[in-house]
């Protein structure tokens, strides 16, 4: 018990030396990094590109860096820098970038490349524009002369560049774990107390480095040298440090006329490196996307980049929004962008150029059961779907055909906006796995013509839709406000009931659970992209429904839900009396941390 009183005064000891030692460590490790560039010799074709990494923690980050140089050598020289890009590093950011000017001028003055492409990842980004500001002569802290090889340099590629440095001072970023925000909150404190990792911390938006750097790149991107300087940035869709909102400062007046964003589906801000990966194909998927990016030419990127700064895209004449679920951040949507992309050439007249088609692949971000559960966090997103339904048409004004694809949530978002919004319309929707009550009531939808036809694929083994959804579908969980059901496991009545004109199509049953849809990829890409001179999609006919592979789940899922829902319930009602009880006097206090843990749980899972 002693030991345990002098824990706090131990604690207090301990971060009274890592304070001191941070801060004298960090006046011994000096003001100089050693910055290395490496020439990896490749095809001969007079281009060099210069690379210069973010976080080098991992081995596996070096693994996937080293495996995109081997890329880029089939095109040409490889210039890869080496500084300490470590999470412990105090290095100058300003210095890192100098030393990389004086390095790839020492280097480029041997061969003279004609063609000098940059590629940046993450904080690297950073650095690597920094860099390129010092060899034009542009930034304000140095008086040097421009260097040669900057005039070369005809290309920037960025890789989840953070271009607004990260920010952990506002609200949660969407695609960021919980733990994972705190885990980094944490460290950025100790940071700053230890004064250790200051290379990360002038990363941090607003610091010097950054506020600097953007105002000078501003500045410099109205000139010549930058109105001529193509930058292309790759984006993870589920990047949980960069948001597409850090791309501002690359779209000013000028060099915005050729910025392009090309999004990355199915990628978090590490994976973007990864080109080996071999599920859903995304390895080879982020490798072409990374290809293209260093040496496809300007026009070609600009006619698949995903935003038009400070104007529209009067080109796109269809819009497919895909919307993820819970528990889910939309992986797959790199698969759906595929199949309708491979659609296109089919799809138009012959002779005729090719339609533009924008995936507006929106998304809410990581959306935990407990939180599905609750009516107040299901609406709250619905109001934001229809914020981004609305910006996404405003950018594409000349989009006649707005087509839905939904699973698990994001029928629920549909669902919703339709029956709130009157003004929404869809032309076509597909759903899958929905979470929509059986009976929604789409004759109200069709009536005010906001949509033309529904398909819905019904999966067998479902048993997520089956057992929890289903539970609030019956009339007395209705009576509470509940708006959720089971029409992705049985199928909306309306479907049933229309005779002769079936608008809404239960397609039954596709073999599989809750993401089974994924599997129906090729009938989802002609439905809703078909050929030329094929007529407009109908419904199909009426028929009788083929019987489910196995009674067993449906048996449960229709009389004996609440034998899931009272297990659960008592367990967890059980448990916080024996932590409450067991706590004695501070058993108010103790129940209380027992539900917030409950809580946090709820959100994660």
């Not at 000891?13 to 050693?34: H, M, T």
């Not at 694809?405 to 029928?411: D, Q, Y």
Request: aromatic letters at 10%; charged letters at 20%.
């Amino acid at each position: 018990m002693k030991m345990l009183g002098a824990l706090p005064a131990v604690l207090l000891l301990l971060l009274f030396i890592a304070a001191v030692w941070g801060k004298v460590a960090s006046r011994l490790q000096g003001d100089s990094p050693e910055v290395l560039v490496k020439l990896q010799v490749g095809q001969p074709s007079g281009k060099l590109f210069v690379m210069v990494p973010g976080l080098r923690g991992a081995d596996r980050s070096r693994k996937h860096w080293n495996t995109l140089a081997k890329e880029l050598a089939k095109c040409g020289d490889v210039a890869m820098v080496d500084y300490p890009a470590h999470a412990r590093s105090n290095a100058r950011a300003e210095l890192i970038a100098q030393k990389i000017n004086v390095e790839v001028q020492a280097l480029w003055a041997k061969k003279q490349y004609p063609h000098v492409v940059m590629v940046g990842n993450s904080m690297g980004a950073l650095i690597a524009r920094k860099s390129l500001l010092y060899s034009q002569g542009a930034a304000d802290d140095r008086t040097d002369t421009a260097t040669a090889w900057s005039g070369k340099v005809a290309r920037l590629v960025l890789l989840a560049g953070m271009n607004r440095g990260w920010d952990l001072s506002g609200e949660k970023p969407a695609d960021m774990r919980w733990y994972v925000y705190y885990a980094y909150a944490a460290a950025a404190w100790f940071g700053n107390l230890t004064h250790s990792g200051q290379l990360l911390l002038q990363m941090e938006a607003g610091a010097p480095f950054v506020a600097n750097l953007r105002l000078e790149w501003m500045r410099w991107a109205r000139t010549v040298a930058g109105q001529n300087l193509e930058t292309v940035q790759l984006l993870g869709d589920i990047d949980e440090i960069v948001s597409a909102d850090d791309n501002a400062d690359l779209r000013v007046s000028g060099q915005g006329k050729k910025f392009v964003w090309l999004k990355v589906r199915g990628t978090g801000h590490a994976e973007i490196l990864d080109i080996d990966e071999p599920e859903e194909g995304l390895g080879a998927y982020r490798r072409d996307k990374f290809l293209a990016a260093v040496s496809e030419p300007i026009g070609n990127l600009q006619a698949r980049s995903e935003e038009l700064p400070y104007t529209t895209d009067d080109a796109v004449t269809q819009v497919v929004f895909v919307m993820h679920g819970i528990r889910d951040l939309g992986e797959w949507s790199s698969r759906i962008e595929t199949a309708l992309q491979q659609r296109i050439p089919a799809a138009s007249a012959n002779g005729a150029p090719p339609e533009k088609l924008a995936i507006a692949s929106v998304r809410y971000g990581y959306f935990g059961m407990g939180q599905f559960l609750l009516r107040r966090d299901r609406r709250k997103y619905v109001r934001w779907f229809m914020d981004q339904y609305t910006e996404t048409l405003a950018r594409y004004p000349k989009a006649d055909k707005v087509d839905f694809i939904g699973h698990s949530n994001g029928t629920y978002l549909l669902g919703g906006a339709l029956e709130t919004y009157a003004s929404m319309k869809v032309r076509r929707v597909v759903l899958g796995g929905s979470v929509l009550p059986k009976d929604y009531d789409w004759k109200t939808v069709f009536d005010r013509k906001q949509v033309q036809i529904v398909r819905n694929y019904v999966a067998d083994d479902d048993w997520v839709v089956a057992l929890f959804p289903r539970f609030f579908e019956p009339v007395p969980m209705r009576w509470l406000g509940n708006d959720i059901g089971s029409a992705g496991f049985n199928g909306f009545d309306a479907g049933e009931n229309i005779p002769g004109r079936q608008v809404v199509d239960n397609i039954k049953f596709i073999q599989g659970g809750h993401g089974a849809f994924l599997s129906q990829l090729g009938p989802i890409a002609n439905f809703l992209v078909p050929a030329a001179g094929t007529p407009a999609p109908v419904s199909m006919p009426p028929g009788p429904a083929p019987a489910r592979g196995s009674p067993i789940l449906y048996g449960l899922s229709t009389w004996f839900t609440w034998l899931i829902w009272l297990p659960l319930t008592f367990a967890v009602v059980w448990l916080g009396s024996r932590v409450s009880g067991a706590a004695g006097h501070l058993g108010a206090v103790a129940l209380a941390l027992y539900l917030i843990l409950v809580f946090q749980v709820l959100r994660w899972i």
